[in-house]
């Protein structure tokens, strides 16, 4: 037992519940906190603005499975944040954020706003030291709560309690661990009888499955399931050949929308089956759709669903298995026939297209293909939003489910950046790619510097059309008024110099040899690749599928058994 102030008592409290790293942004309210995370060995990377710390922490803890804290000033600190928390939260990442608070009562402080409110607001928990003598306790619980619940959790530790003594006894505090829970009788006994009558099953595995690769790899084979993830689990089955596809969705291949689309059961495992994974639902306009997932408000809560089976997937998925395997095989969707269309439509970087060509330009889809090739395949694919967010999240092939993350729960553009740092600092065994914007890019440029500070060799691709795309594609056919989103063409590269990094310029594909250099040197500074891509219909529009009629629906079903 130990007598210390407030901030370091909460310090050492969370480097023994197992925080991972803690990214932040120091100010009075949080100077003390964020020096006592460092003294309890808790490693720390300063971002350059609130909304980057926060977009790290949640990339860093989804890709590596560590709890990473983020580190805020009180008032404005918080409220430059709230776009990475809300993202954190509509992503349920088990994140926690220690923010100062101004002293209780001090309502006329510059910095006073009522946390707690904006917090709730942004789908976050809120969470409070309220004493001296509760500090310990209530750091415990918020921690707690975000690694078992899977939610960011956002404490607020007014500035007047951070120098109290308090006793902390440090034996006592421990990691907290999820209890994993199986199904009911009935439920795993139906899913079982759906998947035994299935002529096309589709296995489909989300961000609540991570952990449940191997049962669910298992079940698929006994069920003669085609496996596929969405976009929160991308590359979870980039390893199982024959009867995996990449992903489902609006990233899918038209051949692999088809064969999706013409399931007639669809499982989902952790995923939410939103209308992105869904494609507004084309892609289960006819399957039953069952639905395992441990959380009741996540089940059904984007589209109705056929079969609830509440439980933890890593569980069901096994039960299932092993009850699939005591009733003798099924052949399911597993046919040789299948198994040359899935292997033809896997991947975008194999689907034949003609280049657009255009003096001074490149087309997306080849330039990504080509880096594809070029960089190592040990890596992890960050797609940034807005209109180009296509190519790196289908073009880029990823390594496993840690070598991707998508921060586009919110659909906020600039968090691209950010969340590359966070991976690059999570696995810096692996190369972090970043595809991002020019619109994206230019908002979020202040990271740059972060990324320079802490030498991380990663690729941050600019897909440079001059303009915020994806407003030019969807407004395009109603009026010429565009001027607004448009840009005047910007030195990306002599912009991303001037910070420190690498860069170079690509107007034709032979530029990408300036790449070829930067792999084959020491690569301790980021290297930003200023692309400047042809004008091109959005991706929503050009690798669109939609089942226009039942009668194609049909004749989908009938062609492949």
């Known amino acids: 037992m130990s007598t210390m102030p407030v901030s370091h008592a909460i310090g050492r409290a969370l480097a023994r519940l197992g925080a991972g790293h803690v990214f932040g942004v120091v100010g009075s309210g949080n100077f003390h906190l964020t020096n006592a995370l460092v ?22 803890t989804r890709t590596t499975g560590h709890t990473a804290v983020v580190t805020l000033h009180q008032g404005c600190g918080l409220s430059n944040a709230l776009t990475g928390i809300a993202e954190a939260a509509k992503c349920h990442t088990p994140l926690l954020v220690v923010a100062g608070d101004t002293a209780a009562g001090d309502v006329n402080s510059n910095f006073f706003v009522d946390q707690d409110a904006a917090v709730a607001a942004m789908g976050a928990t ?69 998947l035994r009558r299935a002529r096309r099953p589709v296995i489909v595995a989300g961000r609540g499955a991570w952990h449940a690769k191997a049962q669910l790899v ?18 979870l089955f980039a390893d199982q050949g024959d009867w995996a596809l990449d992903v489902m969705g609006g990233f899918s291949t038209d051949g692999a929308a088809e064969l999706l689309a013409a399931a007639d059961v669809v499982v989902a495992f952790g995923a939410s089956l939103n209308t992105w994974t869904a494609r ?43 009850l699939m395997e005591q009733a003798g095989p099924v052949t399911g969707y597993r046919r040789p026939e299948i198994r040359d269309r899935v292997r033809a439509a896997r991947y975008w970087r194999d689907q034949l297209f003609e280049p657009v060509r255009e003096t001074g330009h490149v087309d997306p889809r080849e330039l990504t293909n080509r880096l594809d ?76 510097d972060t990324a320079v500070r802490s030498g991380l060799g990663m690729v941050v691709v600019v897909y440079n059309d001059s303009a915020y795309g994806a407003e030019i594609n969807l407004f395009q056919p109603y009026t010429d008024d565009l001027d607004i989103v448009r840009f005047p063409d910007t030195d990306i590269a002599r912009i991303a110099r001037g910070i420190g990094a690498e860069a170079v310029t690509v107007r034709g594909m ?52």
């Not at 441990?294 to 997937?313: C, E, F, N, S």
């Open 39 to 60: 003294d309890a060995g808790v490693p720390f990377t300063a971002a350059r603005h609130e909304m980057g710390a926060t977009v790290m922490a949640d990339a860093y």
């Open 126 to 194: 809120p969470a409070r030291v309220h004493s001296a003598a509760t500090a310990v306790a209530d750091t415990i619980r918020a921690f707690t709560r975000a690694v078992i619940a899977r939610e960011t959790v956002v404490l607020s530790v007014p500035v007047d309690v951070q120098d109290a003594l308090v006793d902390l006894d440090e034996a006592s505090v421990l990691p907290p661990e999820r209890l994993r829970t199986g199904p009911t009788a009935q439920p795993l006994a139906d899913l079982v009888a759906l």
């Open 218 to 235: 298992r079940l698929g084979e006994a069920s003669g399931a085609l496996l596929v993830t969405s976009a929160g689990a991308r590359g």
């Open 280 to 322: 507004h639902g084309a892609l289960l306009r006819d399957a039953t759709v069952v639905h395992v997932d441990d959380r009741p408000g996540a089940i059904g809560r984007h589209r109705d669903v056929d079969l609830a089976v509440l439980g933890d997937t890593a569980v069901v998925a096994e039960q299932a298995a092993a």
């Open 373 to 448: 090739e070029l960089l190592p395949a040990e890596r992890v694919v960050i797609p940034d939003g807005g209109n180009v967010n296509c190519y790196p999240a289908a073009h880029l092939r990823v390594p496993d489910e840690r070598g991707f993350c998508i921060p586009l729960a919110f659909q906020a553009i600039g968090m691209g950046l950010a969340a590359g740092i966070g991976t690059a600092i999570g696995q810096p065994e692996r190369m972090t790619v970043v595809g991002t914007g020019d619109g994206a890019f230019m908002m979020s440029l202040a990271e740059l």
């Open 510 to 561: 032979d530029d990408l040899a300036g790449v070829h250099e930067w792999l084959a040197g020491p690569r301790t500074v980021p290297l930003v690749v200023d692309a400047k891509v042809v004008t091109f219909p959005s991706w929503l529009m050009a690798q669109r599928y939609v089942l226009a009629d039942d009668a194609r629906q049909e004749e989908l079903a009938g062609e492949l058994g």
